[in-house]
């Protein structure tokens, strides 16, 4: 016995020496990066622009450095990507960017916000070049902006127009017993259409052509003036399928080159003046981005604006890059509110909706905040419901023509298993001392009272949104009712009604910000900071993801994809106010 006791602390010593020795290596590896890591940018170099890891507005930072220290210290943000653009353009070293991967998870206004950055990067005189083995139509989008689109011999471009498509529940609820009770407000409030229909009604088939037509419309007027093809050739070439291989595309004028990726690099070399032979200079778009961040903070001035990340579903607790939580978003306004060397904040929102309590909360710290220094709001791919009620009380909104906004109107949704439990003859009593004293079951049918009451909550809520709306819009509650029941706009159409005040992006915002502060010059500063504790890090870490990566590899990723979507209406609590739909656009 004693044997196997020696044996058994002799293993668990081996492998706390193994422990420590990691984390010391990892430590050591954080503090001298800063001396290993530093990014030398050679003459004559072109940026590698890989979109690939590239899915979010702001890529997060955390109050504990430790956190800091082990989490993925070169992941960048979109706005990262953005600046590091600007900042090219005036660089001696870099002659032009290569867009060689083109697969990414960037949404349709975060595309135009990243290809108006490329448009005004090739107005100072550098060259784009874009290969692709094959681009969907989104990626067409944004690397329509080249100077020169290659396209692989085999390979094809999609270009047929946009589409969306929605399941219905309404018979598998009635043959399976499995139902969801829903209560909601807003005849366009469809995100709960399909637990109770088996068609899309004529309100959502009407919103959502509208809004598959607005954005559609947006991108050919951009693809047609960068590529010389007029909007009704190119609704032409969609309708007729005429750009479906590379010949055609060719001969439709929408690339350039049909080639393989060697005669590519060639082209970047022979733009630079490189042998064919010789390699040419490079840099990375992250290496670059980590260059530029730290060398391009402005130190003539102690004024600042603050840029308020809120991406993500709205949610209770601290939150992080992928979920607005209240704890770090009503801190960060507060804090920026109190930094007397602040002058003014814009709020960039990336975000469905989600929890109203956690909105209202947060419309409520902007309404403080805003009493001190002007608020702007800049909308991503998405500000909407409870991404919008957040918004709606800002000095000033910014939103791209491709933005989806507005859905003002709120839901709730029960799970309701009672004819399942009765079929397969499960029976569920309750025993009460009052009347109301039970909370909801699952297992026993929705009575009317209950309804009433859950209604009666979710009228008031609607009743609040629409008046903060009126408030800070200055309309009439029955103006924001009238444009209101749930209805989704994108950008272009929000400026018109109203729910908007100006087309634009982060730049914009930021302008106009330090216009209302009366500021010429200032640096910018990053919020949230996330109090994500060391335990949470483990999460981050390749033994943690195994199970993740185990399910998502067994099963696919759209089936995965599915599966999470299934996790997110689980967990959604309360009264919603939420996107109508979950929209992919293909």
């Known amino acids: 016995m004693r044997f196997l006791g020696n044996v058994l602390a002799t293993v668990i010593g081996i492998f706390v020496f193994m422990m420590l020795s990691f984390f010391g290596i990892v430590l050591i590896g954080v503090l001298f990066e800063g001396e290993s890591d530093a990014v030398?940018?050679?003459?004559?170099?072109?940026?590698?622009?890989?979109?690939?890891?590239?899915?979010?507005?702001?890529?997060?930072?955390?109050?504990?450095?430790?956190?800091?220290?082990?989490?993925?210290?070169?992941?960048?943000?979109?706005?990262?990507?953005?600046?590091?653009i600007e900042v090219a353009e005036t660089d001696d070293d870099i002659k032009g960017i290569s867009i060689l991967n083109t697969n990414s998870s960037l949404g349709m206004a975060q595309s135009k916000e990243l290809r108006d950055a490329l448009e005004h990067f090739k107005k100072?005189?550098?060259?784009?070049?874009?290969?692709?083995?094959?681009?969907?139509?989104?990626?067409?989008?944004?690397?329509?902006?080249?100077?020169?689109i290659y396209l692989n011999p085999i390979g094809e471009l999609d270009f047929k127009g946009l589409a969306t498509e929605v399941m219905f529940f309404k018979d598998f609820q009635e043959k399976s017993g499995l139902k969801m009770e829903v209560i909601r407000h807003g005849k366009y409030k469809s995100a709960?259409?399909?637990?109770?229909?088996?068609?899309?009604?004529?309100?959502?088939?009407?919103?959502?052509?509208?809004?598959?037509?607005?954005?559609?419309?947006?991108?050919?007027?951009?693809?047609?003036?960068?590529?010389?093809?007029?909007?009704?050739?190119?609704?032409?070439?969609?309708?007729?399928?005429?750009?479906?291989?590379?010949?055609?595309?060719?001969?439709?004028?929408?690339?350039?080159?049909?080639?393989?990726?060697d005669v590519y690099h060639n082209a970047i070399r022979k733009a630079l003046k490189v042998a064919k032979d010789e390699d040419y200079n490079s840099v990375s778009i992250a290496d670059y981005t980590q260059k530029t961040s730290t060398t391009?903070?402005?130190?003539?001035?102690?004024?600042?604006?603050?840029?308020?990340?809120?991406?993500?579903?709205?949610?209770?607790?601290?939150?992080?890059?992928?979920?607005?939580?209240?704890?770090?978003?009503?801190?960060?306004?507060?804090?920026?509110r109190k930094d007397d060397d602040i002058k003014a904040i814009v709020l960039r929102i990336n975000s469905p909706g989600g929890s109203a309590l956690t909105s209202d909360l947060i419309w409520r710290e902007i309404e403080l905040t805003k009493k001190v220094k002007p608020v702007v709001v800049s909308m991503g791919n998405y500000a909407a419901?409870?991404?919008?009620?957040?918004?709606?009380?800002?000095?000033?909104?910014?939103?791209?023509?491709?933005?989806?906004?507005?859905?003002?109107?709120?839901?709730?949704?029960?799970?309701?298993?009672?004819?399942?439990?009765?079929?397969?003859?499960?029976?569920?009593?309750?025993?009460?001392?009052?009347e109301n004293a039970s909370n909801y079951s699952p297992f026993v049918p929705m009575d009317e009272k209950f309804?009433?009451?859950?209604?009666?909550?979710?009228?008031?809520?609607?009743?609040?949104?629409?008046?903060?709306?009126?408030?800070?819009?200055?309309?009439?509650?029955?103006?924001?009712?009238?444009?209101?029941?749930?209805?989704?706009?994108?950008?272009?159409?929000?400026?018109?009604?109203?729910?908007?005040?100006?087309?634009?992006?982060?730049?914009?915002?930021?302008?106009?910000?330090?216009?209302?502060?009366?500021?010429?010059?200032?640096?910018?500063?990053?919020?949230?900071?996330?109090?994500?504790?060391?335990?949470?890090?483990?999460?981050?870490f390749p033994f943690a993801k195994s199970k993740s990566a185990f399910i998502k590899e067994e099963i696919g990723e759209e089936n995965y994809q599915l599966l999470q979507e299934i996790k997110r209406i689980k967990q959604r609590k309360g009264i919603q106010a939420i996107l109508p739909m979950e929209l992919k656009i293909e």
């Open 40 to 84: 030398e940018v050679k003459n004559n170099s072109v940026i590698e622009l890989n979109l690939e890891s590239i899915a979010d507005d702001y890529a997060g930072k955390y109050t504990d450095p430790w956190v800091t220290a082990f989490s993925e210290r070169k992941k960048i943000g979109l706005t990262d990507v953005i600046q590091a």
């Open 124 to 148: 100072s005189g550098k060259f784009i070049l874009s290969y692709s083995n094959g681009y969907s139509q989104k990626e067409y989008y944004l690397n329509s902006v080249a100077n020169t």
């Open 192 to 261: 709960v259409e399909p637990f109770l229909e088996n068609k899309m009604s004529d309100a959502n088939r009407e919103q959502t052509t509208a809004l598959l037509n607005s954005i559609w419309e947006n991108m050919v007027t951009d693809i047609s003036k960068s590529r010389n093809v007029s909007v009704a050739k190119l609704n032409e070439i969609a309708n007729g399928l005429l750009a479906r291989t590379p010949e055609m595309a060719k001969a439709q004028n929408l690339i350039d080159v049909i080639a393989y990726e």
């Open 296 to 336: 391009s903070i402005n130190m003539d001035t102690n004024d600042a604006i603050a840029i308020v990340y809120a991406q993500g579903e709205i949610g209770s607790g601290e939150g992080d890059v992928n979920e607005i939580g209240e704890g770090s978003m009503r801190r960060s306004l507060q804090e920026a």
């Open 385 to 434: 419901s409870g991404g919008y009620y957040i918004a709606c009380n800002a000095t000033t909104i910014f939103a791209e023509k491709n933005t989806i906004t507005g859905s003002i109107g709120v839901f709730g949704t029960l799970p309701n298993f009672s004819v399942a439990a009765n079929r397969y003859g499960i029976n569920s009593e309750q025993v009460r001392t009052h």
């Open 451 to 540: 309804k009433a009451i859950t209604l009666e909550g979710v009228e008031q809520i609607y009743s609040t949104f629409i008046s903060h709306v009126a408030q800070g819009r200055k309309m009439t509650t029955a103006q924001v009712d009238a444009i209101g029941q749930g209805r989704v706009w994108t950008g272009s159409e929000a400026i018109k009604i109203g729910l908007v005040d100006k087309i634009g992006g982060l730049k914009e915002a930021l302008a106009e910000a330090a216009r209302l502060a009366k500021i010429k010059s200032y640096s910018t500063v990053n919020y949230p900071e996330y109090e994500k504790s060391f335990e949470d890090l483990f999460a981050n």
